[in-house]
Every structure is written in structure tokens, then in C-alpha cells.
């Protein structure tokens, strides 16, 4: 069935190192691909999103690039910061709304 | 603009109680989602409403209903409450079925 699978965690870095987060999906079609950042104690908050094969999404320093060959959407930043310390959650859509999630990768950055 | 927005955030129930989670979704979305973010469980699609009608749930049982009002807000409630019900609630909502879902910051219930 439809499922999304992310790195296990937690990822530990130290400020200013480059991050990578794996995601890959097994999907029927062209499914829309999301990256969701959660805060502690907050909801979730889109952070990126790619509609179609190689297409990009970006925003704050992070990056995503869809790749349809390789079912995947890697979740990247050259140069991280305590303040990205957070839970990142790959996802996309599995038709009728509904957002599959991946389990999360909780990101420590240590100053 | 204000975002989605939930109450209560926190809720405490007993066993066999019932819930009710409030959402109002961001101005001029119309649809509104449910998910239950529970602990080991991740993230788990609960239900759709679009239009003041359900167009889609996830694999819960019937116990997990709701609503959606005219101003397109949505209630969710939650039946007979089982200890496993105890999870942090999370509302969306969108405007369109190309754009993405907006996240509210959760209602948490416990169940004791």
C-alpha cells in the first residue's frame, strides 16, 4: 500500500553543518510532496512542498527536489542552526485530502 | 492573517466520557481535516469535511465523528473514550485540492 518512509532519528549536529533527511514513497501516480516542520508544543507547519517530477521546493535555507525515478524527496540545508531543532515530517497525498505521513525525524542542532 | 485555530488545547477526560475538539479554519478555506497524533502511532488521517459534508475518513472507529457549520468551522467528537484516545488532535484546512493543508496547534487530550 501507499507509505512513506523517513530516516530514523534522531539526527544530532552541530551548528552550521549540512543536513540531509531521506524520504521515499511508494505511490501510485504523481502524488504532490510535502516536508512539515512540528516546534515543541506547536502543530505542524508546511515547510516546502513539489507538485511534480524534478521540481524543487525551497524555503528558509532548506530544499527538496522530487525525484520520480527514485521515489524520493530529500529533505536538505547547507548550514543548520539550534533553531531548526525540531520534528520533520515527509508526506504527501494519497488521494480524497488525506496526507500520508512518515514517522518524523527529530533534528537536535547543538550550538 | 490568522491561522488555524483550535480549543481547547488541553482537554481531560475519563474513560467512557465524551470529547468534543473545535477548529476554525483559516478565512476562506473550505475544507477542514482531522488527524490524531498519537504517541508511537504518528500522524493518522481522521476525517475530511468539505462543503458541510464528510467526504472522507481514515481507518477509525464510528465513535470518531464531527461536523462541519455554514461558517465552515468543524467540531470533532469523540465517543465512549478509551485511554488510547489520548493523543494530540490536529486541525487543517485548505482552500483547494492543489494546495496544501494548513496545520492549527493541536487540541491534546488525555484520557485518564
Known amino acids: 500500500g501507499d507509505s512513506v518512509t523517513q530516516m530514523e532519528g534522531p539526527v544530532t549536529l552541530s551548528e552550521e553543518a549540512f543536513l540531509t533527511i531521506n524520504c521515499t514513497y511508494t505511490?501510485?501516480?504523481?502524488?504532490?510532496l510535502f516536508w512539515y516542520v512540528q516546534y515543541p508544543g506547536e502543530g505542524l507547519q508546511l515547510l516546502l512542498k513539489a507538485t511534480k517530477a524534478d521540481d524543487k521546493g525551497s524555503n528558509k535555507g532548506f530544499e527538496a527536489t522530487y525525484r520520480k525515478e527514485t521515489t524520493s524527496f530529500h529533505l536538505e540545508k547547507g548550514s543548520v542552526q539550534v533553531s531548526d531543532s525540531a520534528v520533520y515530517f515527509c508526506a504527501y497525498y494519497t488521494g480524497r485530502r488525506a496526507l500520508t505521513f512518515g514517522s518524523g525525524t527529530r533534528l537536535q542542532v547543538q550550538p | 492573517e490568522a491561522g488555524v485555530t483550535q480549543s481547547p488545547t488541553h482537554l481531560i477526560k475519563t474513560r467512557g466520557q465524551q470529547a468534543t475538539l473545535r477548529c476554525s479554519p483559516i478565512s476562506g478555506h473550505t475544507s477542514v481535516y482531522w488527524y490524531q497524533q498519537a504517541l508511537g502511532l504518528g500522524l493518522q488521517f481522521l476525517l475530511w469535511?468539505?462543503?458541510?459534508?464528510?467526504?472522507n475518513r481514515g481507518n477509525f472507529p464510528p465513535r470518531f465523528s464531527g461536523r462541519q457549520f455554514p461558517n465552515y468551522s468543524s467540531e470533532l467528537n469523540v465517543n465512549a473514550l478509551e485511554l488510547e484516545d489520548s493523543a494530540l488532535y490536529l486541525c487543517a484546512s485548505s482552500w483547494d485540492s492543489n494546495q496544501p493543508q494548513h496545520f492549527g496547534d493541536g487540541t491534546r487530550l488525555s484520557i485518564l
Open positions: 505511490a501510485t501516480g504523481y502524488p504532490s
Open positions: 469535511y468539505d462543503e458541510g459534508e464528510e467526504r
